[in-house]
């Protein structure tokens, strides 16, 4: 009798792991950082907004200006990448990458707390947008936003 339990118990417990283990499979995301192509894709995208200028709380279905999140939210959504709308939250995307470690297309997150984004272009460059001239590109090594750096990711 106890060896037709335990016989029991192990089926129940071995179906009920390949029927969670097979939809998990066929249900999660796959894990996806931005690739080299898509990193290119949304650069080559922003600089041709160079000098857009900025307002504070851009409605997201403009690109007559932006603020330093829709620009990122709108740049990524054009590659398939859905980001929330305010820095703050697209620092909780993705996975966290050391500032010597960064690659084109990572987003650098300045503030504490967080409250502006821009994207990483190479260099110790990013583009981002904030005040005149609108739309721009910053050095991160030196100056104001080297002082202000936080963190970065690699968006999924």
């Not at 931005?34 to 900025?54: D, F, H, Q």
């Not at 398939?80 to 050391?98: H, N, T």
């Not at 739309?135 to 999924?156: D, F, L, N, Q």
Request: hydrophobic share 35%.
């Amino acid at each position: 009798m106890k060896n037709k339990l335990t016989k029991i118990v192990m089926s129940v417990t071995l179906s009920f792991s390949l029927l969670l283990g097979g939809t998990a499979a066929f249900t999660a995301k796959p894990a996806h950082a931005t690739t080299t192509t898509e990193a290119n894709r949304i650069i080559s995208t922003a600089k041709r907004y160079l000098g857009t200028p900025y307002r504070f709380g851009a409605s997201t279905s403009t690109t007559r200006y932006f603020d330093c999140s829709s620009f990122t939210k709108y740049l990524y959504k054009k590659q398939g990448i859905y980001l929330p709308r305010e820095s703050k939250d697209q620092a909780k995307r993705g996975r966290y990458v050391g500032k010597s470690n960064l690659k084109k297309g990572d987003l650098v997150f300045f503030y504490k707390p967080i409250h502006h984004v821009g994207i990483y272009i190479g260099d110790g460059k990013i583009i981002h947008t904030y005040g005149k001239p609108g739309v721009m590109i910053s050095s991160i090594r030196t100056g104001w936003w080297a002082k202000h750096y936080t963190t970065a990711r690699r968006v999924s």
